[in-house]
């Protein structure tokens, strides 16, 4: 399955969706993410610490668990093929330039042909995107 930051981060962090990305993420052998990933998750670790009333020394189990994520799948690197797909994806989609990003990863990482394959996603926009490119997308 390919994994947007947006199902990442509740892996991290409690969400509302915790559980429901936890059971996803348990179940996958083949996690792939985009190589910016890493770097939105984290993105989003501080911000919910700047507005959380935890000390600094809590978070340092949240960044282990990213660490671990981030070693333990494969990675879609960035390259000029993936930026070239962002570029269609933003003329077609009413998409940010990093959910672009990512979709673009998934479909280099499935060489293109997105149907019957998984994509991790819970951004509302990019799930439709998503979903119109091909992919079947997870959660329901």
């Known amino acids: 399955m390919f994994w947007d930051s947006s199902a990442l981060v509740p892996v991290l962090l409690p969400e509302p969706r915790s559980a429901d990305v936890d059971v996803l ?3 996958d052998r083949g996690v792939t993410i985009w190589w910016a990933t890493p770097v939105e998750c984290l993105s989003a ?3 919910y610490q700047r507005g959380a009333e935890h000390s600094r020394g809590q978070l ?3 960044l ?4 671990m994520l981030s ?5 879609v690197p960035a ?3 993936v930026r070239a797909r962002a570029g269609r994806l933003l003329a077609v989609h009413a998409l940010r330039a990093a959910d672009a990003l990512q979709l673009a990863a998934a479909l280099v990482w499935c060489e293109g042909q997105p149907a019957g394959q998984a994509f991790v996603c819970l951004d509302a926009r ?3 995107a998503a979903l119109l490119e091909g992919f079947r997308v997870l959660p329901d």
């Open 79 to 81: 390259t000029d093929g």
């Open 25 to 27: 993420l348990a179940g």
């Open 64 to 67: 282990r668990r990213l660490e």
């Open 71 to 75: 070693e333990d799948v494969h990675t």
């Open 45 to 47: 670790v501080y911000r």
């Open 60 to 62: 340092g189990p949240v």
């Open 126 to 128: 990019l799930r439709r």
